[in-house]
């Protein structure tokens, strides 16, 4: 029987793609106007930069315990230029439909940079609500890219 998580490994730590992970908490959201989204600089694209992918863990979902009512938190994943163009919109609230684990669909994926940009995470908020008092939650966003011109050398 082949182990599986074994040859997943070895062909990653082989291969030219790289992951670059990071975490978002409730700490991070600073937003106090509500009913307004905040932008997260994530990740630094380089030109030449493909994307294959972005997955995401949502280890503890977003909540403000003290308002069951703020019940939706959407997070996509983009660029300055398309602020979804890498993750469309995840529901990230305990009180929604929130999703634990997934990833990008098709649509944009592979992209490639041309140009320096940063990869922002966009955390949504709701009518009359505001994303500082959330007080609970924790999301992973892993980015799988490879540069071209690494691979071209």
Do not use: C
């Not at 082949?2 to 991070?28: G, H, N």
């Not at 990740?43 to 977003?62: I, R, W």
């Not at 684990?101 to 009518?127: H, K, L, N, Q």
């Amino acid at each position: 029987m082949y182990d599986m998580s074994r040859i997943i490994a070895r062909a990653l730590a082989e291969s030219s793609v790289k992951i670059l992970s990071t975490f978002i908490t409730a700490e991070d959201l600073t937003e106090e106007t509500a009913n307004t989204a905040q932008v997260i600089a994530a990740f630094q694209a380089k030109p030449g930069d493909m994307v294959l992918g972005v997955g995401y863990s949502l280890e503890t979902p977003f909540a403000d315990a003290s308002d069951a009512a703020f019940n939706t938190n959407t997070i996509q994943v983009g660029d300055g230029v398309d602020p979804d163009r890498l993750l469309a919109s995840l529901q990230a609230n305990a009180n929604g439909s929130f999703v634990k684990y997934g990833s990008s669909a098709g649509g944009a994926m592979p992209f490639t940079y041309t140009a320096e940009d940063t990869i922002d995470v966009t955390v949504g908020a709701m009518s009359g609500k505001s994303l500082v008092n959330i007080d609970t939650g924790k999301l992973w966003l892993h980015l799988f890219y490879h540069n071209l011109k690494d691979l071209s050398q």
